[in-house]
């Protein structure tokens, strides 16, 4: 499954320097299977509340870049050390429609042993789906939203969609 991710090798041009970050954190389980680890939001934060999320957020003062946010967000929100990712490369920026955000994907393969330490006032609920589910073009239905394509995926009775649906497939290759 590895080999059917397409992602860019150098962070790609993100327009200013204030765009959030969100890792894409890839892991193999015990079987072989390669899993992708999403978050659900708790319903008491203040923006996108319920939402099917990756770990991240918007730069801090203090991080060099969009890998810095992405690794110290999922540090925070699930307890991903950050030297046991290996960064694998990005997508393509996705500029949200709801808060006119850029956010810049990276991906990453967690090396060691799964251990996460979700921050419950940032995280409801772990999900962690086979990346060869997701690439299953069949699972996904689409909606036009004026005029625009917004896709859905079911995750064991939550629904991924918005942004992080958009990554999610161009992730596996669904999306160009």
């Known amino acids: 499954m590895w080999e059917r991710l397409r992602l860019l090798a150098e962070l790609p041009d993100h327009g200013s320097g204030d765009a959030a970050a969100v890792l894409a954190p890839l892991f193999e389980d015990t079987e072989g299977e390669v899993r992708l680890i ?6 008491t934060m203040p923006t996108h509340a319920g939402h099917i999320a990756f770990p991240g957020g918007r730069p801090d003062p203090g991080d060099s870049g969009p890998v810095d946010t992405a690794l110290r967000e999922a540090a925070e929100e699930v307890g991903i050390e950050p030297d046991s990712v290996d960064v694998l490369g990005f997508l393509p920026p996705i500029h949200t429609v709801e808060f006119s955000l850029m956010v810049v994907p990276v991906v990453g393969r967690l090396q060691g042993s799964l251990r996460l330490r ?6 409801d609920k772990i999900l962690l789906p086979r990346l060869a589910d997701l690439a299953d073009e069949s699972r996904w239905r689409s909606e036009d939203w004026r005029g625009r394509t917004v896709w859905f995926y079911d995750l064991d009775g939550e629904v991924l969609w918005g942004a992080t649906a958009r990554m999610v497939r161009q992730l596996v290759g669904l999306e160009g």
């Open 38 to 43: 999403l978050t659900k939001r708790p319903l």
């Open 118 to 123: 979700p921050d419950p006032r940032e995280v």
